[in-house]
Structure formats: structure tokens, C-alpha cells
């Protein structure tokens, strides 16, 4: 935040809308995408007056990725609440998020009893405590 007396430059995240019951493109799971709307503006007496560098983003629940969207149509369109397909050739991986454990997607699982993720060393799942195959 840059800020002199009554007015000043901020950067703001806000969450649009969810888009629900969608296959991540990265983990092939279903999952719902938050849209997220990223974007700089100047305010004056905390009014905002102009906006500049505006981004959307995509936030899986599944596997808790973060993909920034390339085609800025198709992010308008879901912004709109117009539901349109997502590709891969639309998005592009921003960031990759670890699990509670500290491993990332190359060195954990998922439980086949109750889908939360655990690391490949395990022998049983420390949620619900049945047997990894």
C-alpha cells in the first residue's frame, strides 16, 4: 500500500463467485474453482477512482491450485456469471500450494475412503485410519 495523506495506491484480492462441480486439470478430481478477481487501484478519502492491472485467477478445492486465466474473454464471461467451459489452453498454473504435511502432489496420495490427501510413505491413512492400497 503506498499512501500520502487523503489518498493512495492499494492492491485488492476479491473472491467473484464459485463455479461448482468442475474436473481440475491438473489431479483429474471434482472439484469447485473459486473465481478470484485481483486488481490495483488509486482512492482518494478511500473512494476508489481507477482501477489498473486487473487479473483473475482460478482456486481448485480439490488439490488447492491456483491458475491464472490467460483468455481474458472467457474471464469476463465467468465474472458475468456465464458458465463456459474451462481448458487447460485457457489457464496456466500460478501456484501450487503444499499440503499439511509439507508434501507437495509429486510425493502424496489421496485416501480411496475419504479423499483427503497423505504422502505415499504411509501405510494407513492418519484421517480415517483404514489401510492405503
Avoid at 490467460?70 to 489452453?89: F, H, S, V
Amino acid at each position: 500500500m503506498f499512501f500520502i495523506g487523503i489518498f493512495g495506491i492499494e492492491e485488492k484480492a476479491k473472491a467473484i463467485r464459485q463455479i461448482d462441480v468442475t474436473i481440475c486439470p491438473f489431479c483429474s478430481r471434482k472439484g469447485n474453482y473459486t473465481l478470484l478477481k485481483v486488481y490495483s487501484y488509486f482512492h482518494f478519502f478511500f473512494i476508489p477512482l481507477f482501477r489498473w492491472n486487473v487479473r483473475y485467477f482460478l482456486q481448485t478445492s480439490c488439490c488447492n491450485r491456483i491458475y491464472i486465466i490467460t483468455n481474458q474473454q472467457l474471464a469476463k464471461d465467468l465474472e458475468r456469471g456465464i458458465d463456459t467451459p474451462i481448458t487447460l489452453a485457457d489457464v496456466e498454473l500460478f501456484r501450487k500450494f503444499e499440503n499439511e504435511y509439507g508434501f507437495d502432489d509429486e510425493r502424496s496420495d489421496f485416501c480411496p475412503n475419504c479423499q483427503r490427501r497423505v504422502s505415499k510413505t504411509f501405510l494407513y491413512c492418519p484421517y480415517c485410519g483404514r489401510k492405503l492400497e
